[in-house]
């Protein structure tokens, strides 16, 4: 079985990523909105401040993806905030469980060290992997956000899952 594990992001890091998020082939089909600047900074990249932040996810030592998260307001900032979360797992590296494991890892670290009581996550209606993903984990499925996201020159319904302290796993 695969070691999967989450760190800081190291600089060795950026390059990796700029060339997994640089074409919608590495990107995933519903991933790709566009290019990004290359060589950015650790601090463009939002490694780990107050709103979000991001982590490399290693397997067996190797960097394979990242997952990110940051800040969303349902009302009162100070009582209605929660995290949203978004990994992304290099593409000859899925389908071995590895973006299932990064998202526990994410959501329990998340849990662990922040007050939140809340996670969320959006994934596209036709991302298959994402939704199964986040099922898997023990998300649960709340709605459709109709027209949500401009992709790729038109508009897509995205689906919302939450996260409760009290429902985490073990
Ligand atoms: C979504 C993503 C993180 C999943 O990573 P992964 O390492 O392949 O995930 P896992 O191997 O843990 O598989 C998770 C579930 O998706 C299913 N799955 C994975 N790839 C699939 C595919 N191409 N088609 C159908 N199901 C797929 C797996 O079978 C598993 O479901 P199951 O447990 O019910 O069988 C990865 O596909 C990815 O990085 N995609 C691009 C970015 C993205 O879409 N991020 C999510 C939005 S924020």
């Known amino acids: 079985m695969v070691n999967v594990a989450l760190r800081p992001l190291e600089a060795a890091d950026l390059p990796v990523f700029d060339h997994a998020y640089g074409s919608p082939d590495a990107s995933g089909e519903h ?10 900074s650790l601090a463009e ?16 030592g190797r960097v394979v993806g990242s997952v990110f998260w940051f800040r969303r307001e349902w009302g009162p900032p100070d009582t209605s905030w929660c995290w949203e979360v978004a990994l992304h ?5 899925r389908r071995r469980g590895v973006g299932t494991r990064s998202m526990i890892l994410l959501t329990r670290y998340l849990f662990d060290h922040t007050l939140a009581w809340r996670v969320q996550a959006i ?41 409760l302290r009290d429902e985490r796993g073990p």
């Open 45 to 60: 990249m939002g490694a780990l401040g107050p709103r979000g932040g991001r982590l490399t996810v290693t397997a067996d």
């Open 123 to 163: 994934a596209d209606v036709a991302n298959t992997p994402s939704r199964r993903m986040l099922t898997r984990v023990g998300f649960t499925e709340e709605g459709v956000l109709r027209a949500a996201q401009w992709r790729e020159g038109r508009r897509h319904d995205q689906v919302i899952y939450s996260l």
């Open 89 to 93: 797992i290099l593409a000859e590296e």
């Open 31 to 40: 991933q790709w909105f566009g290019f990004s600047p290359p060589g950015r």
